[in-house]
């Protein structure tokens, strides 16, 4: 199989110059998380941009010190086990795909997890259960917003489980959620730079220059995690097949889910990256 057989072929992309502005109105338009970035006028891919660089570099507003220039990148003819291999050891969610440095598609997990395992009998049948995560990173429900995320960020990780008082799973946050409910505010960083000497005049104004410098920070609303979570959420039982659970995932459009056992307690996470490996062992044995 190759990368052709799985690509997105009409892929949004951004061009640069551009802004922040610019890229969270692409992605919530688009409904995505990660774009290509291109040359204006053309479509010479020069970097890709994600939600999880906005959060990072919340005090840049200009795309080109956003995005990850020269991403790494596959061609239609690759070979998708080269793709598989380079999500895996690189920690990638998608991969451009170029054609003479062109633009000409993108390659993402659910595109590859989908062609390989929701049709396959051997792979596809197999339960989830082997595959999850005990490690739960989790916050209370009352917790504030910027501290969930600080939370989630020295986790490592894209997204929270949220729990209520009696321990039960009550909802879920996720990189997405703190793009959306950030707020850009205004922070003013005046210096002074003297003009004249020590004896100036005290009236003489010209003999001192301010320099104003106006930077845009992300600052997330004082809230508790509760009033903002996502409460209906899509969840698994160890014993949901592959197949079924790599569909819910791509047709939800999720990157993860907790997982609860037969009596509902949360028993672990599975994420989409997690089942890689057998997609690539299940080509390696087609």
Known sequence: ?????????DVVHISVPGTREDVLQLMAEEQINGVPVVK???KSLVGIVTRTDLLRKADENQLAMLMVRDPETVTPRTDVKTALKVMIEKGYRRLPVVEKDELVGLVSIPDVLGSILEDNKKFGSLEIGEFVTR??????EKTPLPLSYLIMEMAGKDGLVVLG???????MITVSDYIRLSEVTVENNISQTFSGTDSSVD???TSKDFLVVTKKLLRLPSKEVREVMTKNIINFSEITTV????RTLRVE?????????????LVGMIEDRYLLPLAL??????
């Open 135 to 140: 490690t739960i990173n989790a916050v209370w």
């Open 253 to 265: 459009d999720i990157d993860q889910a907790p997982v609860l056992s037969v009596t509902g307690s």
């Open 281 to 286: 062992k299940a080509l390696d044995e087609d």
């Open 1 to 9: 199989m190759m990368v052709k057989d799985c690509m997105q072929a």
């Open 165 to 171: 008082e009696s321990g039960g799973v009550t909802g």
């Open 243 to 246: 197949a079924e659970c790599v």
């Open 203 to 205: 009236w003489g104004w």
């Open 40 to 42: 204006k006028g053309t």
